[in-house]
């Protein structure tokens, strides 16, 4: 389907063509939908159904097609829409009745749409005999069993709708990191494109590297002269669905999918994943998704205070004010000021007054402070470290020279083992740690004992064609072992023996979120006492937008851990990778390094692509403060074989 928030698209400034083949055929989609909310003929309803799809299967190119009166020739499109797609291509204007059906229309009747597996026809019934307008009126009649007696629904739909509506909700109050990421790296590469821009920059959470997205930042530089031209051309970007407010030097916006210029998907997710973030609705919710973004003009003069105010956090620029007001300084979007010139003046005017800054490292240098990383500014005592020139000096994703929990076709991976070792060879790794699924785990295709150990065979085969060659990479063999009743490990001793190590990882949720912190606490620290056992999969099993982890006191399990490792046995704890889970949390990865208890990032890969994200587990790293020797992810080969056995 047509991505896209549910307005009209806003046509394009450098038309004819004013829209594209998506845009338009989204526009067909509404103008079907709104009629089926009306009650229009089914017919009626169908012709915009059946146009919409059309568009988006043709090869053609539309505006052509359009231009050279040829879409009058094309099946299922009449008279009356081929003049109407030909105006709103050449004028850039839809029809009226287009514009009168989505006014016409109760905006709360608009907000059930997208609740999951809902569609107009059901939507206009509930109207109808329950006379319910808005999504908090069709919550309040669900809650009151009064959707489940209705001919056609049941108590199934009916919970099915409550669960919508709670999706919808957590959807709309913030985005996971890379869903945030991908819609602000595609907005501000349209804005930095813009003739007279000099800078635009990702702001705000996104830039902190934030788990989830409230809204999106951008500052942008831009000189005086220029600042009208560039707002107009902000404003005529693809994928603004709404404009909320532009005032003289912030825009408010509301993006969609139209942002991308390909069309949205969101790729392949795990099982266990897509179920706990709405199963086969959530593409659909996600390539009908928004963001709110706010864009921020300024002179490039001011520009480094700008950025620095909006990339925040709150509780950082608080910090950094009272630092400045220390040194007789006034520090705000517009300056570092200090405070006997300025006087009375504000904003702009005082701005006049300010030392000067060409970086955001200036700024921390004249309040006497190292430069500060975006993601450690959460007030979590990067202040104090960058007085004390004791930052810490983060992890990239070039000091990953591999990473040990990977899945392959032996379990549920959609790569072969050989597949998987040339893409991480290809991604300069030197080495790469397969970890396939245990036999407990059905669902996953877990591994056989015998097919496990086969695979050790493969392995041992390939690592010393590579030694013989001189080829400097080298596969590991561990196993996913999933955490049995009493923290037991999933295969005999004798199996586990063979491997080079293990990672232990809980996937009963259901019973585990079912118990208390005690139990789940202890059955962890049996798991990690068992020799075999070498890292903590996923600790919390938390899928972010999702479902909340099981309960259980990371602090003992990583006071356990380091006690282990102070005598010498290596037990480390996950950052799993995957955006929908970057388990552990951040800010506990400050405290694993306090212990010395090592961080294995792992993109737990089910696939080639799955691999890269262990860009989004640097980022959760580097948040934690971790530094490329507290994880096993910098180790060579040599080194981490020699940890594994020690
Ligand atoms: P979000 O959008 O909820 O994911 O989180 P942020 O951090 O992007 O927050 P947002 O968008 O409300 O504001 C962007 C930055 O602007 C924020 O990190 C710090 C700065 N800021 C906003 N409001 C205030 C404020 O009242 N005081 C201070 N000191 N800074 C603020
Ligand atoms: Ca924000
Ligand atoms: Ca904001
Ligand atoms: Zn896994």
Not at 32 to 48: H, T
Request: net charge negative.
């Amino acid at each position: 389907m047509a991505g896209g928030s549910f307005t009209l698209p806003k046509p394009r400034p450098n038309g004819p063509p004013y829209f594209s083949r998506n845009q338009v055929a989204n526009a067909l989609h509404q103008v079907a939908v709104l009629l089926e909310l009306q009650g229009a003929n089914v017919f009626r309803v169908r012709s915009y159904q059946n146009a919409s799809r059309m568009l988006g299967s043709i090869t053609e190119d539309f505006g052509e097609l359009v231009l050279s009166g040829a879409i009058f020739d094309m099946k299922g499109i009449g008279k009356g829409l081929g003049s109407a797609l030909t105006q709103a291509m050449t004028e850039g204007q839809w029809p009226q009745d287009w514009h009168d059906l989505h006014d016409n229309t109760p905006p709360g009747l608009i907000e059930m749409l997208g609740i999951p597996g809902l569609g107009p026809k059901r939507i206009k019934l509930m109207a109808e005999e329950l006379g319910v307008t808005t999504v908090a009126e069709l919550k309040e009649a669900a809650t009151d069993n009064r959707i489940a007696p209705m001919k056609g629904f049941g108590k199934k739909s009916q919970q099915r709708i409550l669960d919508g509506i709670e999706l919808l909700s957590r959807f709309r109050a913030r985005r996971r990191l890379d869903i945030g990421l991908r819609y602000g790296e595609a907005f501000q590469r349209k804005i930095a494109a813009i003739d007279g821009v000099h800078r635009a920059t990702l702001a705000g959470s996104a830039r902190r590297r934030k788990e989830t997205i409230g809204d999106l930042d951008v500052v942008v530089s831009v000189d005086d002269a220029n600042h009208e031209a560039v707002a107009a051309a902000i404003l005529n970007l693809n994928g603004i669905a709404d404009v909320k407010g532009a005032g003289d030097s912030k825009i408010s916006l509301i993006l969609d999918t139209t942002i991308f210029d390909e069309s949205f998907a969101v790729g392949h997710i795990d099982p266990n994943v897509l179920d706990a973030i709405g199963g086969d609705d959530y593409e659909q919710m996600e390539a009908g998704g928004t963001i709110d973004a706010q864009v921020r003009l300024v002179p490039p003069h001011v520009e480094p205070f700008t950025l620095a105010y909006f990339t925040g956090s709150k509780e950082h620029n608080i910090v950094m004010r009272q630092r400045a007001i220390d040194r007789g300084l006034k520090l705000n979007e517009f300056g570092l000021i200090p405070e006997a010139e300025a006087g009375e003046l504000k904003g702009m005017a005082a701005a006049a007054f300010s030392l000067k800054a060409s970086e955001e490292a200036d700024i921390y240098a004249h309040l006497d402070l190292a430069y500060v990383p975006p993601e450690l500014r959460e007030d979590t005592g990067e202040i104090d470290a960058a007085a004390a020139h004791a930052l810490p000096d983060l992890i990239e994703v070039a000091n990953v020279k591999g990473s040990l929990h990977n899945h392959t076709t032996l379990s549920d991976g959609e790569a072969s083992l050989e597949q998987m070792a040339d893409t991480a060879r290809k991604m300069g790794w030197s080495w790469l740690g397969i970890a396939d699924h245990s036999p407990t785990l059905k669902i996953a295709n877990g591994a056989s004992a015998d097919d496990l150990l086969a695979q050790g065979r493969t392995i041992a085969t390939y690592n010393q064609q590579w030694a013989d060659e001189g080829v400097d990479f080298r596969l590991f063999h561990g196993v996913e072992s999933d955490i049995l009743p009493g923290g037991r490990l999933d295969h005999p001793d004798d199996v586990l023996a063979e491997l080079d190590y293990v990672v232990a990882s809980v996937h009963a949720m259901t019973k585990w979120r079912g118990r208390d912190e005690v139990e789940n606490t202890e059955e962890l620290l049996k798991v990690i006492d068992h020799p075999a056992t070498t890292v903590l999969g996923h600790p919390t099993g938390r899928i972010l937008q999702g479902r909340e982890g099981y309960e259980v006191d990371l602090f003992a399990v990583l006071e356990h851990m380091a006690d282990h490792n102070e005598a010498g046995r290596l037990k480390a704890i996950e950052l799993n990778a995957s955006p929908y889970r970057l388990d552990l949390d951040w800010r506990l990865c400050k405290h694993a390094k306090g212990l010395g208890v090592p961080v294995a990032i792992n993109p737990d890969a089910h696939s080639i692509r799955g691999l890269s994200d262990i860009a989004y587990g640097v980022m959760a790293a580097r948040k934690g403060w971790i530094e490329p020797a507290d994880t096993l992810n910098a180790l060579t080969g040599h080194e981490l074989a020699a940890r594994l056995v020690a």
